[in-house]
């Protein structure tokens, strides 16, 4: 079946460091692609999404590439704030059915200044 | 901003015992969704819920479990005989539209088993 695999956490940069978080995929067909985000505290939040191969998903100064060639959907952020500390989870939509969401174990980042 | 709630935020219960994990999702919204994470594992899906009825659930999501629309504001989540597994991070979700980018996720309740 579908599956996510993302790099466990925590991860901890200082702010303004580069950021990427792997995530990988297995999956039939052409699912969409998330990055969600929990803050302490809160509910998911859709942070970014891209739909089909080669897509660039971005928001908040985040990006991510829909890379089918090598089922990977790497989250990246060029200069990190704290107020990015939080729970990161790599997703992907199922294609056919009611589209349940596949979700990643998670990655904590922590940001200190 | 419209938000979906959950209550309780986190439960103790005891093996064997009944809970119910209420949510309200959002009010305009038709698609709901359960979906539970386990200390240090995914996110699992476990149900969803479109006009009164299970539109799709997982494996997971046997006989003890039932979901419920009760009054067309809460979406209940219930769990007849609580296992110690079942000790988990449970999210709601609701979407106006059908599709996984259209849902908006409540905070969660924790739910200890003993």
């Known amino acids: 079946g579908d599956s996510v695999t993302q790099m466990e956490g925590p991860v901890t940069l200082s702010e303004e460091a580069f950021l990427t978080i792997n995530c990988t995929y297995t999956?039939?067909?052409?699912?969409?692609l998330f990055w969600y985000v929990q803050y302490p505290g809160e509910g998911l939040q859709l942070l970014l999404k891209?739909?089909?191969?080669?897509d660039k998903g971005s928001n908040k100064g985040f990006e991510a590439t829909y890379r089918k060639e090598t089922t990977s959907f790497h989250l990246e952020k060029g200069s990190v704030q704290v107020s990015d500390s939080a729970v990161y989870f790599c997703a992907l939509g199922d294609s056919g059915g009611y589209q349940k969401v596949t979700f990643g174990t998670g990655t904590k980042l922590q940001v200190i200044p | 901003e419209p938000e979906v709630t959950q209550t309780p935020s986190h439960q103790v219960t005891q093996m064997g015992q009944e809970v119910i994990l209420r949510c309200v999702p959002i009010?305009?919204?038709?698609?709901f969704y359960w979906y539970r994470q386990i200390l240090g594992q995914k996110v699992e899906f476990l149900v969803s819920f479109y006009n009164n009825e299970i539109s799709e659930k997982s494996e997971i999501f046997d006989d003890q479990f039932s979901v419920e629309r009760p009054d067309g504001s809460n979406f209940t989540l219930k769990i007849r005989s609580t296992k110690l597994e079942d000790s988990a991070m449970y999210f709601c979700a609701s979407s106006a539209l059908q599709g996984p980018e259209t849902q908006y996720f409540g905070p969660g309740t924790r739910l200890l088993v003993l």
């Open positions: 009010s305009n919204h038709l698609y």
């Open positions: 891209a739909t089909k191969a080669d």
């Open positions: 999956a039939t067909g052409y699912p969409s």
